[in-house]
Each structure stands twice: as C-alpha cells, then as structure tokens.
C-alpha cells in the first residue's frame, strides 16, 4: 500500500508562503493539504480563491482541498478551476450527499467525505463505492495545534473494515493531532493518507520531518 503524507498548508508561515511551498515541493512529501474554513460551519476562517491560486502557481503536487464551509457545492467548479486534486466536503454540511459526490467528480476532481468526531462511519455505507477517499477528523476541525482524539483508531478500523468489503481502493486518511509519535498505530488501523501541520512546521527542520515520517512507513 502507498502511504501518503500530506502537510497542511494552514500551519505554514504565511510571510514565507512561496518558501514554504517550495519546501514541500522538495520533500517527500505526496500532497499539499488546503484546509477551506468560512467562520460559519467551523468557528475560524482560513483562506479562499486567490490563496489557494497563489499555492497552485508554484505547488508541483497535488492540492488536496479541505471544505470546512457551509453550502459547498456553489464553490466546487471554482475550486476545481483553480487547482484542486482532490476535493473533500464534510458529510455534516452536504444534505445531498451523493449530489455533492458526483458534481466534484463532474468537475474532474476526486471525491472525499470528511467526518467529524462524533459522525459514525456507518452513515457512509450507502456512498462509500463512490467515493476516492474518506478524510477522519480525529481533532474537532477548526484549529491546528489540537490533541489527537483516541476514538479515532476505532473509527479508523471500522472504515477499513468497511472499504475492504465495499470499496477497496478507497483513501483512508487521517486529519488532527498526526505526528511520528502515533503514525504507526494509525497505520495499523488503517489509514494511508495523512496530514500533518505542527507537527512539520514546527520541527527544526521541516523537511527532515517529512522524511522521517515517510522512513517509519
């Protein structure tokens, strides 16, 4: 299985933000995670169009976006326009899920469904053949710097057991409190995507982390 290591882009400084693009560009690192949050569906607001077009223009992986919103289906094409791989919403903001689902992949991007910590996974098991990927929320979105939520690992297994029966090839990944102090109990429960934002941006030496983390998987 290839594992995925996706840094947040939320927890970059954002006065060096061309740097810090360029160094994950350099790294082992898989992904670019862009974490979308309007103030209303989670109580902060990050960063929308032109952020998101400014990491595009010098990101050369994908950007794996975050749709921490309120109504994201009327912003889907324009993600979509301006650079997004893969395109998660949250299965809490969507009333027509599987709307939402086929409109990102309409829009030719890949499809995630992001759970909060008190969603069940079993309220994925009527969509989960068509989703590309299913995105944990093992930290209450919102803010980075959160503890890591142990429940999470039961979900995680529970998914896993899931996609093994209904969607093999899904992406199970992981968001919140993820660092090289527990990447090996995630991996045993099952996740293979995930991201990291302290604890990249916080080292002494960002790049070395990426490295470390991809060496223990």
Sequence with gaps: MKYLIA????SADFA????DI??????????????VMDGVFVPNISFGFPVMEAIKKYATKPLDVHLMIV???QYIERFAAAGATVITVHYEACVHLHRTVQAIHAAGCKAGVALNPHTPVALLKDILADLDLVLVMSV??????????????NKLRELKAMALQLNPDLIIEVDGGVGIHNLEDLIEAGAAAFVAGNAIFSAPDPMEMIANMKNLM
């Design 140 to 153: 209450n979105p919102g803010f980075g710097g959160q503890k890591f939520i142990p429940n999470t690992l």
């Design 71 to 73: 109504n994201p289906d």
């Design 16 to 19: 060096n933000l061309q740097r």
């Design 22 to 35: 360029e160094m994950i560009n350099s790294s082992a690192a898989d992904w670019f995670h862009v974490d």
């Design 7 to 10: 840094p947040s882009v939320l």
